[in-house]
């Protein structure tokens, strides 16, 4: 789900450099809280991540360099004609690795996208997808647009231009480099990408697996959608069966019952925010979006809080709930669990001394700096990082890429196969104890896996052993105390060996 979209009657973004070099959009960021408290970039900051790992590591000179840099960025400016004149836009894919191919990541279309912060995200895809077995490289692209200006046939017209420019550099086929939906992005846009490299590509048999996240009827894979928020409510429970992990983070218990205010109720917030509070008794108590925040002690209705989004463009004036106008202060109330899934450079030096979450899920890529994660750690937070915990969107995009490469949907062949040896085994049980099994029973026991099924049980398989993973590499190694650190030891370590066999 991406953000509600309105018609557009007059264009206002202005896409021209300001005085100072950087998008006009970029000059009017709207700083929540003075950038990221301290100089660095978000490229510097995940760089810094990157270093602060693999000190720990005894890699052969220069191999660090090498997984650490951005492999190529394509800058791209090209123009669109609307009916009152044509309107230059600026786009970016960077390909951070290419130690497996395809490069894998998504698109961003956003007013604040630049360079720096394309380069930072591909570069965790890198990281991401090592550490969840993913056997893709890491790229991202970004648009500098604010797609709430555009009408549909516009920023259709504008995605296949973009698309359009990205097969011809080679930073868009299924082969080499794929992306999926990101903020300001979702199936629609993965479709007009798709059907563009169809027409570009006539010959190439594997033309839809070019993009993931597409519309289920345009080659998808079911849970595509839900995967991220999914693989935060895996990732989560995986958590909470580890005792003395939770107590760490100065918890204990389940996840039921657990206040949890969350940031973005966009495609990942909202379904990690449903599923958390649908099917593990999670309170939502507090809701940040754009035009303040919402809050409640009994809990918040997430689909009645999304529905109201949607007609009043916002979550002000939800009924039975306090707003509270400066929602960024709202990251700093009291929970258990703080899940930022919004945005980057959420937390900082200037305001990670007021977090009281003592867990912080980092559903958003980026959302805390170092300046903050380091003021968090002294603190004793506990902070489930991004590189792992939004993995489940690159996951549930390799099942689709897989699905669009081997033509079949998943269960196709096996399904009925399973339910028929399914119906001997409830025959066999019922001869043996002289008596019928219950047929809700039966129901239950026979049905084979649809392809949702399939879906949910390789996400919650790949959650659950990445995060055994990083804990085993936490306790084996008294150096590595924080989980984001251990993360990205995991993950340097897969790049690190594939580039070692291979010699290069
Ligand atoms: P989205 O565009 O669907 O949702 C973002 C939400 O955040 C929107 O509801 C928006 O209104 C809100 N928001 C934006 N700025 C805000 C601010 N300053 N304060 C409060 N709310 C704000 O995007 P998404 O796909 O849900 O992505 C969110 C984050 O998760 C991003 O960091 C993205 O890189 C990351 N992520 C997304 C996926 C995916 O599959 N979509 C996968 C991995 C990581």
Known sequence: MTDVRTKRESPRVDHRPAADGRTDARAQRKEPTGGRGHNASFLQDVNLMFDRAAATLSLPPGLADQIKLTNAVYQVRFPVKFRDGYRVFTGWRATHSEHRLPAKG?????????????????????????????????????????????????????????????????????????????MGTGAREMAWIADTYKDQRPGDIDALACVTGKPLTQGGVAGRVEATGRGVQYALREIFRHREDVKAAGLDGSLEGKRVIIQGLGNVGYHAAKFLSEEDGVLIVGIIEYDGAIMSDQGLPVEQVAAHRREHGGVKGFPGATYVDDGHRVLEAECDILIPAALEGQITAENAGRIHAPLIAEAANGPITTAADEILRAAGKVMIPDVYLNAGGVVVSYFEWIKNISHIRFGRLARRFDEARNEQAIEIIEQMLGKPVPATLQDKFIRGGEEIDLIRSGLDDTMRLAYQQIRDVMHARKEITDLRTAAFVVAIEKVAQTYMEMGT
């Open 106 to 182: 998504g698109i961003r279309y956003a007013p604040i996208v630049d360079q720096d912060e394309v380069e930072a995200l591909a570069a965790l895809m890198t990281f991401k997808c090592a550490l969840v077995d993913v056997p893709f490289g890491g790229s991202k692209g970004g648009l500098c647009i604010d797609p709430r200006q555009y009408d549909e046939e516009d920023m259709e017209r504008i995605t296949r231009r973009f698309a359009a420019e990205l097969i011809a550099k080679g930073f868009l086929s299924p082969a080499l480099n794929v992306p999926a939906p990101d």
